[in-house]
């Protein structure tokens, strides 16, 4: 199975900020890389697909890049709404598995 | 607009059986893979089970392999997830998600979980 390893596992920023979250894969997975995100008590949303397409409706300041094994999510200015959990996935070959999560807080 | 809605969740006894449902609307379902995530309570997402559009195949994670059995009724715009041999560490939401395209492609929509408690 492919491990997906997330970092940081929590993430303290403010309003405005720029952050980067990264995530690894244990072996080259392409592009086949979507990244979540995920408020308390609700259901994941899909961000980012093929490891740097943006779904539809989803603000600009998400991006996605990377390819092979190394992936990073950067939100050019962090907005209040941003803050939650987020989880990548790869999608390159079955088992499914997701990266262990990223919280991001309010500093 | 792709509505998604999971029902069938509640109280099972270990070794138990529960039967989980995900009624679609708002797309082509027979055009698309569906998928079951779960996440035990505090935990991360785990993904359970995938299904073809036409059901023809099937994948399941490790750990509900000969346990679970993902199946759909396209006519019904409906996705299931028959559970068995329950166990404690099952407990947890479970998501029924849309896929992007076929087998290979991420969660596009997803729908709000049904809670799978187990528990003697």
């Known amino acids: 199975d492919i491990q997906m390893t997330q970092s940081p596992s929590t993430l303290s920023a403010s309003v405005g900020d720029r952050v980067t979250v990264t995530c690894r894969a244990s072996?080259?997975?392409?592009?086949?890389l979507a990244w979540y995100q995920q408020k308390p008590g609700k259901a994941p949303k899909c961000l980012i697909y093929?490891?740097?397409i943006l779904e539809s409706g989803v603000p600009s300041r998400f991006s996605g890049s990377g390819s092979g094994t190394e992936f990073t999510l950067t939100i050019s200015s962090l907005q209040p709404d941003d803050f939650a959990t987020y989880y990548c996935?790869?999608?390159?070959?079955?088992?499914?598995?997701f990266g262990q999560g990223t919280k991001l807080e309010i500093k | 607009e792709v509505q998604l809605l999971e029902s069938g969740g509640g109280l099972a006894q270990p070794g138990g059986s529960l039967r989980l449902s995900c009624a679609a609307s708002?797309?082509?379902?027979?055009?698309?893979?569906m998928s079951w995530v779960r996440q035990a309570p505090g935990k991360g997402l785990e993904w359970v089970s995938a299904?073809?559009?036409?059901?023809?195949?099937?994948y399941s994670a490790d750990s509900v392999k000969g346990r679970f059995t993902i199946s759909r009724d396209n006519p019904k715009n409906t996705l299931s997830l028959q559970m068995s041999s329950l166990r404690v560490e099952d407990t947890a939401v479970y998501y029924c998600?849309?896929?992007?395209?076929?087998?290979?492609?991420?969660?596009?929509?997803w729908g709000q979980g049904t809670l799978v408690i187990v528990s003697s």
């Open positions: 998600a849309k896929m992007r395209g076929g087998l290979s492609g991420a969660d596009d929509y």
């Open positions: 996935q790869q999608y390159e070959s079955y088992p499914y598995t």
């Open positions: 708002g797309f082509t379902f027979s055009s698309y893979a």
């Open positions: 093929q490891a740097s």
């Open positions: 299904i073809s559009g036409s059901g023809g195949s099937t």
């Open positions: 072996q080259s997975i392409s592009s086949w």
